[in-house]
């Protein structure tokens, strides 16, 4: 995975949730803004999201819809950065 697709999914989640304050709403849409920035695939950025999950950055929210927010290991950039400098790059 390419950090340019996780630093790009990082920022949009950020813009969505409010700094880390609110609810992610509808992560499709981060997604999508994301897409647009890098030019890549819509699968490539989700893979950057289960990534960002699996790491505990982000958790889903206990709701029947798709809601996501970010943890406070997710609202620490340098964590962040870490974690985008130690993935392999593809």
Same mark, same amino acid.
């Given at each position: 995975?390419?950090?340019? +697709?996780?630093?790009?999914?990082?920022?949009?989640?950020?813009?969505?949730?409010?700094?880390?304050? %609110? +609810? #992610?709403?509808?992560?499709?849409?981060? #997604?999508?803004?994301?897409?647009?920035? +890098?030019?890549?695939?819509?699968?490539?950025?989700? %893979?950057?999201?289960?990534?960002?999950?699996?790491?505990?950055? #982000?958790?889903?929210?206990?709701?029947?819809? $798709?809601?996501?927010? #970010?943890?406070?290991?997710?609202?620490?950039?340098?964590? +962040? %950065?870490? $974690?985008?400098?130690? $993935?392999?790059?593809?």
């Amino acid at each position: 995975m390419k950090s340019e +697709v996780l630093i790009a999914l990082y920022k949009q989640l950020m813009f969505f949730s409010d700094n880390g304050k %609110e +609810v #992610i709403e509808n992560p499709a849409i981060a #997604i999508s803004e994301a897409c647009k920035c +890098v030019g890549c695939p819509r699968t490539d950025v989700r %893979e950057a999201l289960q990534t960002f999950e699996a790491h505990g950055f #982000i958790r889903q929210v206990d709701d029947p819809r $798709l809601k996501f927010v #970010i943890t406070e290991a997710g609202r620490d950039q340098v964590k +962040v %950065e870490e $974690l985008i400098n130690t $993935l392999p790059i593809t």
